[in-house]
């Protein structure tokens, strides 16, 4: 039996999403840019998926475009916006605990004469409003700032950070990807202009997501080739994932406070279970403004790579730091961003819980935990 604590790497797909999806990778096969009766009908059928998608960020239909993934949002609404905007200005602003979909676009603009700046967070992992409101400047032509972040959980304070973008008249992204399916996000409340989000982190297929850009928001085509996406971005829509997406959101927000209110206690149980049983243990981020389904801890005196390593030989999977930094030695520029020194972050561990674990499975993790982590320090001399 397999034990999965990496939910916030990625879900497992709902039964329901996928028979939702099922019959557009078969029978209705159609190209929604077809004129004829198979076409048409899946193009109607994306537009009701744009709609329940729209619904639920309180954004207008025309407002969501379907993109492969996080990644490819984040990627679209960065570039799209700046080069866009390059008559205003070529300075940007974004935090330095982002996702590496936001920080290296970020790093990779730097190199086409872009300036960014990379604000500060605060020792909890909540960034720096005051250093982001000091960092703009006349030629600042884009914020962007995630909403909760993927190792440590932090939710930051995107109200606060919109009305400073809204008063310094800059455009604000936003990566949504951890915090859609956790956080009620209302884009039209918050005056968010973009946000990005992502169906494989709530329970929908991979390789689709979506972008919501504000009506008005001056924004540069990425994709090139057919007029798909109001010619936004091109490329034959991904049907099924489109219809997954749309189910697995509409799901996530039908039960949201009772899902919340199960990923909550269940951590409250495991932070229990763990700080009873295992001494000598740091919780990493801030505690009040977090996902209900992330923890992140550092453990005195071992390495988190052999953690992950025993763990997996029993069937559980968990992840140090972020997914996309796994099998590199650097430390995660998150937990260094929150002050921790490298022998702090090697051995940190990042557990997500999700829908589908249960108290039993915590309490077999942590007696396995216990375990491992006992001999691994017996022969550990950082921690003797
Ligand atoms: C997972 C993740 C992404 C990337 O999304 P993909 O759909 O895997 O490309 C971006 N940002 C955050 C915060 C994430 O957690």
Do not use: W
């Not at 034990?3 to 929604?32: A, C, H």
């Not at 048409?40 to 407002?63: H, S």
């Not at 995630?146 to 606060?160: H, Q, R, S, V, Y």
């Not at 297929?205 to 109001?230: C, D, M, S, T």
């Amino acid at each position: 039996m397999n034990i999965y604590l990496d939910n916030s790497s990625t879900t497992k797909i709902d039964e329901e999403v996928l028979k939702e999806m099922l019959p557009y990778l078969q029978e209705n096969y159609g190209n929604p840019s077809s004129a004829y009766r198979i076409g048409r009908e899946n193009k109607a059928i994306i537009e009701n998926a744009r709609e329940q998608v729209a619904k639920i960020l309180n954004a207008d239909t025309e407002e969501i475009y379907f993109t492969s993934g996080g990644s490819e949002s984040d990627n679209m609404a960065i570039k799209g916006v700046v080069f866009a905007n390059q008559d205003k200005g070529n300075h940007i602003i974004t935090s330095k605990i982002e996702h590496p979909a936001v920080l290296d676009t970020c790093k990779e603009l730097e190199k086409c004469g872009f300036e960014v700046t990379y604000i500060d967070v605060h020792k909890n992992g909540i960034i720096d409003l005051k250093q982001l409101e000091d960092s703009i400047r006349e030629d600042t032509i884009l914020i962007s700032i995630m909403f909760a972040n993927n190792e440590i959980g932090t939710i930051e304070p995107i109200k606060n950070i919109c009305k400073i973008a809204r008063e310094h008249n800059v455009i604000f992204h936003t990566d949504g990807v951890q915090a859609i399916g956790n956080i009620k996000i209302n884009v039209k409340e918050l005056e968010i202009d973009l946000l990005s989000l992502s169906a494989h982190k709530f329970y929908g297929p991979k390789g689709i997501g979506a972008l919501y850009v504000r009506e008005g928001v001056n924004f540069r085509k990425y994709l090139n080739g057919g007029h798909q996406e109001r010619n936004k971005r091109a490329g034959t829509e991904n049907v099924a994932g489109i219809v997954g997406l749309g189910k697995a959101l509409t799901l996530t927000y039908n039960n949201f406070e009772d899902k919340n209110e199960y990923l909550y206690n269940l951590r409250t149980y495991l932070i229990n279970e763990i700080n009873n049983n295992i001494p000598d243990i740091k919780i990493n981020g801030d505690l009040e403004n977090r996902l209900p389904g992330n923890i992140n801890i550092s453990i005195k005196g071992v390495e988190a790579d052999n953690i992950l390593n025993e763990l997996d030989k029993k069937g559980i999977f968990i992840s140090t730091g972020s997914a996309c930094t796994t099998g590199s030695i650097e430390s995660s520029h998150v937990l260094k961003a929150i002050g921790l020194s490298d022998a702090e972050a090697h051995g940190s561990i990042r557990i997500s819980l999700g829908k589908y674990n249960t108290k039993d499975e915590l309490k077999y993790f942590v007696v396995e935990l216990k375990k491992i982590i006992e001999k691994l320090r017996k022969y550990s001399v950082l921690y003797n």
